[in-house]
């Protein structure tokens, strides 16, 4: 599979795959530096994925299934070496589960982790490759995710439109090709409404408390060459409040339930309450892949609560480094020695 599959997605790639290679983009270095990452293995693509390098739900399942295909393919001849298919699978399947624990509430993930371990499953019964299979499955979930969000990107475009333009919107955290393979979902959409000429401005909130939205969404932006301001979390009421031209607030999803309640990054539920009060669209931008139908609602999701220090303590890059190129990381505790922070990452 070639590059040359995701090309039109958007002039961003987080994610290259060029057999037998996989390089992702280290997100830790954003917006200051694009800087990427060889993954040669499930170990490299577990640990890109636990430590935030690559984030983003539909982007964690693309890394994670590549990251063992580059593996498999890195050490093809060990893995035929076995002298069996069934002992390929049973190393396939026990790495699966090992990705599976750098993002326990990746629903994402997890779907792709059976999907794959099924086309092994009947590889390996019906005599064919398991190494062969599993790759070529791998491949074929990255041009998916693309095509996916590229037609979120344009029905969603669609629905908005129907305001006449030119119009604004609001999206919060970061949905676009840093969260998955290609072009995004709710940021596909902004991607979509720019390309088509209705987009006048987008807002976008920082995204507290690690800051998705001032260090990322900011980044693809300017990129793109999108009109943006960013805007405060707290400040989202009083922006609607005082521009009735923003027809609409759009946002990704982490995980839906089968009744369709979702969950996603923090702030996203007040985002909700702020776009029904003020009568504006509420546009929920999500692939097949979120949904998970063993939670029968939201009240089933388990809500992942992350370290007080992200809440305490604020991390970024010196300005100075910044300047001169030489970038140097820096924390600065705002809170006073002995307070607590609640955490949740989603709600």
């Given amino acids: ?140 979930m990255l041009a998916a995710d693309v095509a996916d969000n590229q037609n979120i990107g344009r029905f ?36 979509s409404l720019h390309g088509s000429g209705e987009l006048e401005h987008v807002f976008f909130t920082e995204t507290r408390p690690y800051n998705q939205g001032a260090r990322l969404t900011s980044y693809e932006l300017l990129v793109e060459g999108i009109p943006a301001t960013m805007v405060c979390d707290s400040a989202v009421s009083a922006l609607l409040r005082s521009d009735p031209s923003i027809r609409a607030i759009v946002v990704g999803a982490d995980r839906v339930a089968r009744n369709g309640d979702t969950a996603n990054k923090i702030g996203t539920y007040q985002l909700a309450i702020a776009a029904r009060f003020h009568g504006r669209d509420f546009i929920v931008a999500a692939p097949t892949t979120s949904i998970d139908l063993e939670m029968e609602s939201g009240e089933d999701i388990v809500i992942e609560e992350r370290g007080m220090d992200e809440v305490l303590v604020t991390e970024g890059f010196a300005a100075d480094s910044v300047v001169d190129g030489e970038l140097k990381r820096a924390a600065v505790r705002v809170a006073p020695v002995g307070v607590r922070a609640w955490n949740p990452s989603f709600d």
């Fill in 1 to 140: 599979m070639s590059l040359l599959l995701l090309e039109g997605a958007s002039k961003l790639q987080a994610i290259r795959w060029v057999r037998p290679r996989l390089d992702i983009l280290d997100q830790l270095l954003l917006p200051h530096a694009s800087t990427y990452i060889d993954i040669r293995t499930s170990a490299d693509g577990h640990r890109a994925i636990a430590t935030m390098q690559t984030r983003g739900a539909p982007a964690i399942a693309i890394v994670a299934a590549l990251s063992l295909a580059a593996e498999l393919l890195g050490s093809y001849e060990k893995v035929s070496a076995m002298g069996a298919e069934a002992a390929a699978a049973a190393l396939i399947e026990q790495r699966l589960d090992y990705l599976g624990t750098s993002r326990p509430t990746a629903v994402n993930l997890f779907d792709a982790i059976t999907k794959l371990k099924a086309v092994v499953s009947r590889a390996l019964a019906s005599g064919h490759s398991v190494v062969d299979a599993y790759v070529d499955a791998a491949e074929a």
């Fill in 156 to 191: 969603g475009a669609e629905f908005i439109e129907r305001h006449g333009g030119p119009l604004k919107v609001l999206t919060h955290c970061n949905t676009g090709a840093l969260a998955t393979a290609g072009h995004g979902t709710a940021l596909g959409i902004i991607r």
